[in-house]
C-alpha cells in the first residue's frame, strides 16, 4: 500500500451535508471525518455554495476542513492554509477569457428577460457566475437554448448547469464560462497538483454534477440522489462511453448505508479498495 494517495473531489448539499429527506447513517460523518484525516488524502469541497456558506456548513455539519474547496459552481478555487483561505487567482485567469472581456452585468444584458427567468440573490452571483431560478415545471431546455443562442451570437462561451433543489423543489440555473464547471475546474485542480486520473475520485449527487458524473473522472453517485438524476447519470455515461467511471452507491442495509458521506466512503473503496484495508489496518472500521 505504499505511495497510495487520494484526491477526494466532493460536493456538499446532500452528498457530505445530510439535508435531503433521507436518512443519514450513524456516526457516517464521524467516519468520513477520521478517513479525510489521513496523511494520503487531500479532500477537496466541490460545491454551488459561495465562500461563507461553505465555511458555515463546515461549522453547522462538523464537517472537515478540507484542502482546497471549488465553489460558486466551479468558477473559484480556494486554498485552505491552517484555517486560512486563499484564492487560486491562476484559476480566474484560466476561465477569463470565455466571457470575452464582458462583465458579468453585459452577460445579464445579453441574455434579457425571459418567461419565469429571475435572477438570484447577488450573494449568488460572481464576477464569472449568473445564476437565475427557473420553475421546475418550465421548459428550461427550451430557456437553456434560446440563452446560448444569444450568448453565442455574441462570440461568449458558457456553460449552462441545470439543476434542481429537491428540499423547495426550486430550479437553478447557471451561466458560466465554458471552462468554469466543476469537471473543469476538478481537472485544473488535478494537473496543478500533479495527480494521475486514478488518484481522483469526485462524488456528486444532482443535476449540475452530471458533467463529472458522466465524465472520465472517477465518480460516485449517492444513494440519496433522485431517481431522476440516476437515470440521466446512467444515460449520459453510456452514450459517453465512460460507464466504468460511474459508482452508483447502493443502500446495502436499512441504515442508509449509500446515502450521503456513507455512500461517498462506499464509492472509494470501489475504485480504491487499498484504502478500506488501510483505514480498518489503522483501527478505524467503517462498521
Known amino acids: 500500500m505504499d505511495g497510495i494517495r487520494l484526491l477526494l473531489c466532493t460536493d456538499m448539499d446532500r452528498t457530505v451535508i445530510p439535508n435531503g429527506e433521507q436518512p443519514e447513517q450513524t456516526s457516517a460523518r464521524e467516519r468520513f471525518t477520521r478517513f479525510c484525516a489521513q496523511p494520503e488524502v487531500k479532500l477537496v469541497y466541490v460545491t454551488g455554495r459561495h465562500l461563507h456558506l461553505v465555511q458555515d456548513a463546515i461549522a453547522e455539519y462538523g464537517l472537515p476542513e478540507p484542502d482546497y474547496a471549488i465553489t460558486d459552481v ?51 452571483q460572481n464576477r464569472h457566475k449568473l445564476s437565475y431560478y427557473l420553475p421546475v415545471e418550465s421548459d428550461y431546455q427550451k430557456v437553456m437554448s434560446r440563452i446560448a443562442d444569444c450568448l453565442q451570437q455574441q462570440g461568449v462561451a458558457a456553460s449552462l448547469i441545470w439543476s434542481v433543489d429537491e428540499t423547495t423543489q426550486t430550479g437553478l440555473l447557471d451561466v458560466l464560462p465554458r471552462n468554469a464547471t466543476k469537471l473543469h475546474a476538478i481537472e485544473f485542480l488535478q494537473q496543478q497538483l ?15 454534477d452530471l458533467p463529472v458524473l458522466t465524465s472520465p473522472v472517477q465518480s460516485v453517485l449517492v444513494a440519496n440522489a433522485t431517481d431522476e438524476v440516476k437515470d440521466a447519470a446512467r444515460q449520459i455515461a453510456s ?49
Open 74 to 124: 466551479g468558477t473559484k478555487i480556494y486554498q485552505v492554509i491552517e484555517g486560512e483561505w486563499f484564492e487560486l487567482s491562476g484559476w480566474e485567469a484560466e476561465i477569463d477569457p470565455d466571457w470575452r472581456g464582458k462583465s458579468r452585468q453585459q452577460i445579464e444584458d445579453l441574455i434579457g428577460p425571459m418567461d419565469g427567468l429571475r435572477l438570484q440573490e447577488a450573494s449568488k
Open 239 to 287: 452514450e459517453n462511453g465512460y460507464e466504468s467511471a460511474l459508482f452508483m452507491a447502493e443502500n446495502t442495509r436499512i441504515d442508509g448505508d449509500g446515502n450521503y458521506s456513507a455512500g461517498v466512503l462506499q464509492g472509494v473503496w470501489h475504485y480504491v479498495p487499498a484504502f478500506e484495508t488501510l483505514f480498518e489496518k489503522r483501527g478505524m472500521t467503517h462498521e
Open 194 to 208: 500533479g495527480y494521475r486520473r486514478d488518484e481522483v475520485v469526485f462524488a456528486g449527487d444532482s443535476g449540475n
